[in-house]
């Protein structure tokens, strides 16, 4: 069991940057990969980032390889989602994923628990 507490959206201009968190507890394990999803209002739900809990892989979707970075702090059991050059199209609620790792880590259902998601706004 895993319980996963996000933080961090709010509303920011074009260009700016922005920090998510995502807060783990409950019984977790090395082999998780922790995972952020985002899901606009008539849009799928999509991949941004995933990283094993140990950090040392990480993968991103390409429209945001190069702006976002996902890390992890070992000693608060957080995950991050690091936001850099917005852009309006990154408008979305962001959820983050806990999940066994897999060759699944691409798609939602890979996942078994999640966050209660975050709005993220990026104004023009």
């Known amino acids: 069991q895993v319980q996963l507490v996000e933080s961090g959206g709010g509303l920011v201009q074009a260009g700016d940057s922005l920090r998510l968190s995502c807060a783990a507890s409950g019984r977790t394990f090395s082999s998780y990969a922790m995972g952020w999803f985002r899901q606009a209002p008539g849009k799928e739900r999509e991949f941004v980032a995933v990283i094993n809990w140990s950090g040392s892989t990480t993968y991103y979707a390409d429209s945001v390889k190069g702006r976002f970075t996902i890390s992890r702090d070992n000693a608060k059991k957080t995950v991050y989602l690091q936001m850099n050059s917005l852009k309006p199209e990154d408008t979305a609620v962001y959820s983050c994923?806990?999940?066994?790792?897999?060759?699944?880590?691409?798609?939602?259902?890979?996942?078994?628990?999640w966050g209660q998601g975050t709005q993220v706004t990026v104004s023009s």
């Open positions: 994923a806990a999940g066994r790792w897999s060759n699944s880590y691409y798609y939602a259902s890979g996942y078994n628990y």
